[in-house]
């Protein structure tokens, strides 16, 4: 899986900033890892995951009693260098978060948990998730570069639960 993870990663050209973001299943709680290959001036500014459009019709499972399976678990930082600007609200049965950074610059990594939930009707038990069942969610990422110039783009998770948000090439 690392080799076709790597040649799909080569295989789209980027000409600037790009934003890496994998999902891990995990139990209780699943992890989303993000990690900027921006060279300065530029850096993440703002990160929108989007489970719309997901193969399970995923959700975020946050709080107990709502339209998740099982076990819930609120939004939590985990792991990495990148700062928040403010936390998050995350309701139960959402399908976007939205995270704005204060400082998210290149080469740093920002994780969390949560829990998903698979509301597909042919899902199998709705607590696990394959990686194939993210693949056709998305990431939208803004980019601040100098001036403050901002641009966004868009990836969307493969079966291998990782999306690759990269400024195109233009020439």
């Known amino acids: 899986m690392q080799i076709a993870l790597l040649l799909a990663l080569l295989s789209t050209p980027a000409c600037g900033p ?32 989007v489970l719309e459009g997901s193969a ?31 936390v998050p609200t995350l309701a139960d049965g959402a ?18 948990t949560t829990d998903l939930d698979d509301t597909s009707p042919s899902g199998a038990i709705g607590t696990t998730i394959a990686g194939a ?4 969610a998305s990431v939208v990422a803004t980019f601040t570069g100098p001036d403050g110039a901002r641009v966004r783009q868009r990836a969307s998770f493969d079966a291998s ?5 990269a400024m195109p090439c233009t020439s």
């Open 56 to 86: 399970g019709a995923l959700i975020f499972d946050t709080a107990e009693g709502g339209p998740g399976r099982l076990v819930s678990q609120p939004f939590q930082t985990s792991a990495g260098e990148a700062v928040l600007a403010e």
């Open 133 to 136: 069942e993210i693949a056709g």
């Open 161 to 165: 639960a990782t999306a690759r948000v």
């Open 18 to 49: 790009t934003l890496e973001a994998v999902f891990i299943e995990g139990a209780p709680r699943d992890r989303f890892d993000l990690i900027s290959h921006a060279e300065a001036p530029w850096q993440v500014s703002r990160v929108e995951i």
């Open 95 to 112: 399908r976007r978060l939205v995270l704005r950074f204060e400082t998210f610059e290149g080469g740093q990594r920002f994780g969390f």
